[in-house]
């Protein structure tokens, strides 16, 4: 798989990609394009801060027993759950953004955990 610096930054890399595809498309399909790409790169922003605490997360209850690890992840779960609904609440009231988009952006840490391993198998093959 990598280690984790490199899986994470490769992580990273793919959700700007991916926003910067959503991007193209807004251009085309967004009726207001500001707040359509205000909300799509709010999500990428979410979405990387997210993954980074979910490495945080992981390296700190390695350092705890299982019991410990296990409570750990799920407050911490907790925590970035509770975070992302403060901000689609937040977009949602203040209508600052797209909250279509704000959501697209934050898949992007999906997308990214299911192109990762791909990413990372095509590129070892050609060295």
Not at 35 to 54: E, F, S, Y
Not at 58 to 76: R, T, V
Not at 81 to 89: D, E
């Amino acid at each position: 798989m990598g280690k984790p610096e490199a899986v994470i930054k490769d992580m990273t890399l793919i959700m700007i990609l991916y926003g910067v595809m959503i991007q193209v498309i807004c251009f085309f399909v967004a009726d207001d394009l500001l707040k359509a790409t205000v909300g799509l790169w709010l999500g990428i922003i979410t979405a990387i801060l997210m993954l980074r605490n979910m490495k945080d997360s992981l390296n700190e209850a390695l350092d705890l027993g299982e019991a410990g690890a296990k409570k750990y992840m799920q407050s911490a779960y907790l925590k970035r759950y509770i975070a992302l609904v403060i901000v689609f609440v937040a977009v949602a009231i203040t209508g600052i953004a797209n909250v279509l988009t704000l959501l697209a952006g934050v898949m992007g840490l999906k997308v990214s955990a299911y192109l990762q391993p791909i990413k990372q198998k095509i590129f070892s093959k050609q060295n």
